[in-house]
């Protein structure tokens, strides 16, 4: 009797410890295959947050571009803000040998609107650098730039969701609309000579059944001083053609009512930013993160707003003062050189 009781005894322990070992087993094996998974596929490391004033940033102008210059100062100023060092570089120079002595964290090169502006050296020294590369593209009037020198960059920045998908045929890079500020030294509120008065100043084109070509048909227009600028406007003789060399931000200041179809977000910016109330078509609002800006979405909704504002002054001066402290406060070029910093380290 005193055997059995010991034997059951000790039973119960042999089981309980082999319980413990087969546990430890399947542990140890668990273990050891969590082990070889991570040598043969090592996790992937999660970056660091980049610290932006760690950043030593190589800035690239164009060398003769007179449109570029004021906007190579705005935005080399702004960086100045937000990182380290820039050092500013004319696209002429060569970048190898500054690459080879400096610290780079990023190279940010700011695109004429004439194609290519590095010279074939420097473009292979950057296609070689495992540096983070960028560029700012001046590309309003459409790609300009070859698959070759857009391949050699890490991220495009366009003026033109338009381009977008055109950039992505050309290279793996990516692309994201980030338009380049209103200049604040010339689109801002200002008295115009009389020469540049207008009543309604008309941006797009006058395809035929189009919503512009429907107001300028309209006894709305009748007796107004109307200006247009884009294709297909000659047959309207009574309307002044505005011309690529004229001051757009004379222009814009002159006129009491902008009425913009298919516009870029660059020019819906420029004219807030003179504090000029604009209408344009939803498919111009699309690109901007914000109703404050008045948009039409047919015919018949751009010749009632038109007709609403144009007898109400105060409520024309209310919404493009709204438009206009939006720009000031979050299109300025710090603010737009961040989002760039952003699209690329966050």
């Known amino acids: 009797m005193l055997i059995r009781q010991v034997n059951a005894t000790l039973n119960r322990k042999l089981k309980s410890i082999q319980h413990h070992l087969t546990a430890q087993q399947a542990d140890l094996q668990q273990h050891l295959m969590e082990t070889l998974q991570d040598v043969i596929h090592p996790p992937k490391e999660v970056p660091p947050d980049i610290v932006y004033k760690q950043l030593n940033v190589l800035f690239i102008t164009p060398c003769n571009d007179r449109a570029s210059s004021s906007i190579s100062i705005l935005v080399e100023q702004s960086l100045r803000h937000l990182v380290k060092s820039v050092y500013e570089m004319k696209a002429i120079q060569p970048v190898g040998p500054y690459l080879e002595r400096s610290k780079t964290d990023l190279v940010l090169v700011l695109g004429g609107e004439d194609g290519e502006i590095l010279p074939e050296e420097s473009m292979e020294a950057l296609r070689t650098s495992p540096i983070n590369k960028a560029i700012w593209l001046t590309d309003l009037s459409g790609v300009k730039h070859s698959e070759s020198f857009i391949s050699i960059f890490d991220y495009v920045f366009t003026q033109k969701a338009e381009n977008i998908p055109t950039y992505g045929r050309m290279s793996n890079a990516r692309c994201y609309e980030v338009p380049f500020p209103p200049n604040p030294n010339v689109y801002y509120p200002q008295s115009v000579l009389k020469q540049d008065e ?23 227009l009748s007796g107004k001083v109307v200006r247009v600028e884009g294709k297909g406007w000659k047959r309207f003789g009574s309307f002044i053609p505005v011309h690529a060399h004229e001051d757009r931000a004379a222009l814009y200041n002159g006129s009491k009512m902008v009425i913009q179809d ?18 344009n078509s939803i498919s111009t609002n699309r690109n901007l993160d914000t109703d404050v800006f008045q948009c039409y979405n047919s015919q018949e909704e751009l010749i009632e707003k038109f007709d609403f504002y144009w007898n109400r002054v105060d409520q024309r001066r209310l919404a493009a003062s709204r438009a206009m402290a939006y720009v000031k406060y979050n299109h300025s070029y710090l603010q737009s050189s961040l989002q760039l910093l952003d699209r690329i380290y966050r």
């Open 262 to 279: 298919n516009s870029s977000v660059r020019s819906v910016l420029e004219v807030a930013a003179c504090g000029t109330f604009q209408l």
């Open 198 to 220: 207008s009543d309604v100043y008309i941006i797009g084109d006058a395809q035929p059944g189009s919503s512009l070509v429907e107001l300028a048909n309209h006894a709305l």
